[in-house]
T-cell receptor, first 111, second 112 residues
Framework: TQLLEQSPQFLSIQEGENLTVYCNSS?????LQWYRQEPGEGPVLLVT?????EVKKLKRLTFQFGDARKDSSLHITAAQPGDTGLYLC???????????FGSGTRLLVRP | EAGVAQSPRYKIIEKRQSVAFWCNPI?????LYWYQQILGQGPKLLIQ????????DSQLPKDRFSAERLKGVDSTLKIQPAKLEDSAVYLC??????????FGEGSRLTVL
């Protein structure tokens, strides 16, 4: 069974600080997606990474896929209150189209 | 473009009762997913359809949960009888084939 573990589970920081969220697995994924979910809504896709070692930037968010395609990280620079939400990584299996979600990191950015 | 529609948004039932959730995916999307999200956790895949065929239902508790996608468009998820531990948000998502999932707002179930 493929599992994705995210850390930390919860993060509370002050506006302007930097943070990194981690997504780890012992399994290889063909691709990895990052979603953000706000209360009362469904998750919304932020980015998809496909190639081992790939780095993608989305404004103040930087996503990295591990060389072995087993882990990923999300770095936010100068966090803002609008970044508050539940961040979820989701991996697509190497031999299946099933998308497995991680346990999530709940981020609170205080003004 | 219309998004994924789900209903009802909220449902409160007593244990052992039954409940059904409905999902209408984005037009043209071949793949439809039902996820269960318990408070504080990530979504757990219950069932995945490709058109009207089941791709994966390995984590669907088949003694009480059932799902169908007639004609390869909208879908229903049924729970009968419900247990306390079924309290969760049931998320429906669709995708063109694979890749980005588009989620509905979810149906929040409370079992008393």
């Amino acid at each position: 069974t493929q599992l994705l573990e995210q850390s930390p589970q919860f993060l509370s920081i002050q506006e302007g600080e930097n943070l990194t969220v981690y997504c780890n697995s012992s399994s290889v994924f063909s691709s990895l997606q990052w979603y953000r979910q706000e209360p009362g809504e469904g998750p919304v896709l932020l980015v998809t990474v496909v190639t081992g070692g790939e780095v993608k930037k989305l404004k103040r968010l930087t996503f990295q896929f591990g060389d072995a395609r087993k882990d990923s990280s999300l770095h936010i620079t100068a966090a803002q209150p609008g970044d508050t939400g539940l961040y979820l990584c989701a991996g697509e299996g190497d031999s299946s189209y099933k998308l497995i979600f991680g346990s999530g990191t709940r981020l609170l950015v205080r003004p | 473009e219309a998004g994924v529609a789900q209903s009802p948004r909220y449902k409160i039932i007593e244990k052992r009762q039954s409940v059904a959730f409905w999902c209408n995916p984005i037009s043209g999307h071949a793949t439809l997913y039902w996820y269960q999200q318990i408070l504080g956790q990530g979504p757990k895949l219950l069932i995945q359809f490709q058109n009207n065929g089941v791709v994966d239902d390995s984590q669907l508790p088949k003694d009480r949960f059932s799902a169908e996608r007639l004609k390869g468009v909208d879908s229903t998820l049924k729970i009968q009888p419900a247990k306390l531990e079924d309290s969760a948000v049931y998320l429906c998502a669709s995708s063109f084939w694979t890749g980005e999932l588009f989620f509905g707002e979810g149906s929040r179930l409370t079992v008393l």
